[in-house]
């Protein structure tokens, strides 16, 4: 995963829930009270040219939307999927909430 052209600290690879149904794809941290800041949850459609209907990352106070459109391109045996996402981001404690807006990059690989 890539936020900005960059992949947050632990974002190297996290491990994804992956519920595969009626054509469609719902992914989200398999371990979401130890999962990274930014962790993405992702819906898509899989049909012959799959495309993504919700990015979401996760922000230790806030939270990121994707906003559409989406791209999605499959590559093997992953989904790479990219747009922008905005939302707001911060602390309140540390000089307050902010609105951010920031490209992303995020490859998924569920397994069969």
Same mark, same amino acid.
């Given at each position: 995963m890539k936020l900005d052209g960059a992949v947050p600290p632990g974002a190297?690879?996290?491990a994804m829930d992956c519920r595969v149904a009626a054509g469609s794809v719902v992914?989200?941290?398999a371990d979401p009270?130890?999962?990274?800041?930014y962790a993405p949850m992702v819906s898509l459609r899989t049909g012959g040219a799959? /495309? /993504?209907e919700t990015v979401m990352f996760s922000v230790r106070v806030g939270v990121l939307l994707g906003d559409k459109?989406? /791209?999605t391109a499959v590559d *093997? *045996?992953?989904y790479v999927i990219s747009g922008t996402a905005s939302g707001l981001a911060g602390s309140v404690d540390? *000089? *307050?909430?902010t609105q951010v807006k920031k490209s992303f990059e995020v490859r998924l690989t569920c397994p069969a």
């Open positions: 190297e690879r996290i992914a989200s941290p009270l130890n999962a990274p800041e799959p /495309t /993504t459109p989406f /791209t *093997g *045996g992953s540390q *000089g *307050g909430i």
